[in-house]
Structures are given as C-alpha cells and as structure tokens.
C-alpha cells in the first residue's frame, strides 16, 4: 500500500491539470453598425476540448472610450472608431479588432429618374456617422421594392419598364428610401426650325413628356413654343428657349413645336428635343 501513495497525488494533480483553461471561443464581432449589444457569448475549453461550464471569462475593450462590456457579456459600442476586444479566463488570453462603425444616418438622392434603354445608373449612397463623417468600410444594401421596375445590379440601378418604384437603401440598424422614376426615351435628335416654322409628331395613347432646348440664331432670348392636340393635364408652354412639358394622350393626338414668326424676319431656332414615355 505504502508503494500506491505517491501516485494518487499525482493523478489528482493530473486531473486539476485536465480542467485548466486552455483555449477560449468567441465569433469575433467584425464591424458593429450600431449602438445595440453586441452578443458574444465567450467560451472556455480545456486542453482536452470539454467546455468549463463554470468558466467566468472577462471582457475588456481598449481604448475604453469606444464600447462598454455589458452584464450579458457583450458589448456595447459608444462610438465610432477602431479598438481591441480581449477575453480573458485565467492564464488564457484572445485579442480581436474591435471596429465600431455607429451608423447616423444615410446619404441617398432625394429622387432618381432611369431612362430606357440608357445603361444603368450608379446611385451615390453613403452611411455617416453623428459627426456627418462619412463611413467608407460599411457597406450600404440597395434593394428595390419593385423589380419589375428597375434591378439593382452590382450597385448599380438597372431600368427595367416605366413605373415609380422605391430604392431602398441600409446600413446597420438605419434605412432610407428615394423615389425612383423610370422613363423610355422614344426619340433624341437635331431641332432646326427657321422663323415661323413648325414640327409636329402624331402619338398614340399614352403619357408623354417632350423636353426641348435652343439657342436664337442672332443671339436674342427669341424662342420657341410647345402645343398638344387631342390630350388632357397637358402643359402647353409659351416662347422660351427650354421647355419641358407632359401630356396624356387618349386616343390619339400629337405635339407641336413652333419658332413664332416675326414676320418672316425672325432669327433660326437651333437646338435638340427629346421625348420619353413616362408613368
């Protein structure tokens, strides 16, 4: 029996050694985009790979300005900027960058207008801190709320058929939406019109809207005029070198550029026009 002693306090040294921390698990937060708690939910592994259910590991967060630890632990970040989270369990220590990202607000057009069938459209999108400082690693979902609208592609605003539709944007916990219009260019071309004379082009039923610009040929603000025929809500526009007007047409009608005459000593109306069905 005397020959057995020694070997139990070995085998009791060996089994405290068996439930020292050896290893700690935690997903590491990457970048937090709001001030909501972060859960983290740390846990404390042996070197045999059980689970010290009992384990208290502690967190800290440096600089100790930029996130508090909460009773739950986790986190809570106070504002934006970069740091280090460490989870601590006796001898046994893990370090991870901490990137606090605190979304304010989002910077989105206040409304967007796509033509069919020009390419799609690159909407400038930003998230921002409280400061306005803009946050260039936090990435910022564009989403449509009507795809059969316009698609978002690759970040990039895709038109698809007329409509209005939504785009909405998010970063973090923070969301936005712009109006998006989307038009088909049904004709782009030269305008020329001597004094007096006229262009006219026959529409079937629809909406329409026709934009035109000019300049005088002898340098005067002389311009020109727009009519419609056969539609209703229409926007006539009197003598100005840029016009834009819409029209619903409803049955058939059409739309009439003039250069008023001056008796016949009018300066050239030289331009462009182009006309797009719309919503």
């Keep these: 029996m005397k020959r057995l002693l ?3 306090p070995l085998l009791l040294w060996c089994q405290a050694c068996d439930r020292a921390p050896a290893r700690i698990d935690f997903q590491p937060p990457g970048y937090v985009l709001s001030s909501s708690e972060v859960a983290l939910k740390p846990r404390v ?11 208290r590991p502690t967190l800290s967060v440096a600089p100790a300005d930029l996130a508090v630890v909460t009773a739950a632990s986790g986190l809570r970040c106070l504002r934006s900027g970069d740091g280090t989270l460490s989870v601590t369990a006796g001898p046994v220590s893990r370090s991870e960058p901490l990137r606090c990202r605190l979304v304010e607000t989002l910077r989105a ?7 069919i ?13 409280a400061s306005g400082a803009v946050l260039h690693d936090v990435p910022v979902t564009l989403a449509s709320s009507n795809p059969a609208i316009f698609r978002v592609e690759a970040g990039a605003l895709a038109p698809v ?5 939504n785009l909405e944007v998010s970063a973090g916990d923070r969301t936005d939406t712009t109006p998006v219009t989307v ?3 049904l004709k782009a071309e030269p305008l020329l019109l001597n004094d007096g004379a006229r262009t006219s082009w026959s529409l079937p039923q629809g909406h329409y809207e026709i934009e ?6 002898d340098g005067s603000t002389h311009g020109i005029t727009l009519s419609w025929v056969g539609g209703s809500n229409c926007q006539d526009a009197g003598e100005a070198q840029k016009l834009r007007s819409q029209c619903t047409i409803d049955n058939t009608g059409s739309v009439i550029l003039e250069n008023p005459t001056t008796f016949g000593l009018g300066p050239a109306a030289d331009g462009v026009v182009a006309m797009y069905e719309v919503p």
């Design 212 to 217: 035109a610009q000019v300049r005088s040929a």
């Design 117 to 129: 069938p020009n390419a799609p459209v690159v909407a400038e999108v930003s998230a921002r801190d």
């Design 109 to 115: 057009p206040s409304a967007l207008r796509l033509i």
């Design 161 to 165: 058929s007329v409509g209005t539709a």
């Design 183 to 185: 038009v088909r260019k």
């Design 45 to 55: 592994f042996t070197q045999g790979g059980d689970v010290l259910e009992d384990a």
């Design 6 to 8: 020694p070997v139990v």
